[in-house]
């Protein structure tokens, strides 16, 4: 069984820098898709970037691009979601994800997704 442990929210001025964290315990990460999904209050939940390990894939919402990038570490057996040039927008609970599975057709699809971190809120405002 996968376990993923979030770290890193805060609050941060628009116009910030945030990095994300997620530990993965219990199993390794190489050849699962992984990824970043974010809600805001009274909102449904986003799919911000999402990429398969070892096989090259990556997606990344039109809303972040450009600004956030996510990348793995390997010998952590973690994930991150670099956040650059934060908006009042970006502001919502985040949660690492990860699946054994998932269609290329469908990869930063929420329903794809079988582990789920506990999610880190990220607030920006001045």
């Known amino acids: 069984q996968l376990q993923l442990v979030e770290s890193g929210g805060g609050l941060v001025q628009p116009g910030g820098s945030l990095r994300l964290s997620c530990a993965a315990s219990g199993r390794t990460l190489d050849h699962y898709a992984i990824g970043w999904f974010r809600q805001a209050p009274g909102k449904g939940r986003e799919g911000v970037s999402c990429a398969t390990v070892g096989f090259g894939s990556t997606y990344i919402a039109d809303s972040v691009k450009g600004r956030f990038t996510i990348f793995t570490d390997t010998a952590k057996n973690s994930m991150y979601l670099e956040m650059n040039n934060l908006k009042p927008e970006d502001s919502a609970i985040y949660y690492c994800?990860?699946?054994?599975?998932?269609?290329?057709?469908?990869?930063?699809?929420?329903?794809?997704?079988?582990?789920w971190g506990q999610g880190t809120q990220v607030t920006v405002s001045s």
């Open positions: 994800v990860a699946s054994r599975r998932v269609l290329l057709s469908r990869l930063c699809v929420s329903t794809e997704y079988d582990y």
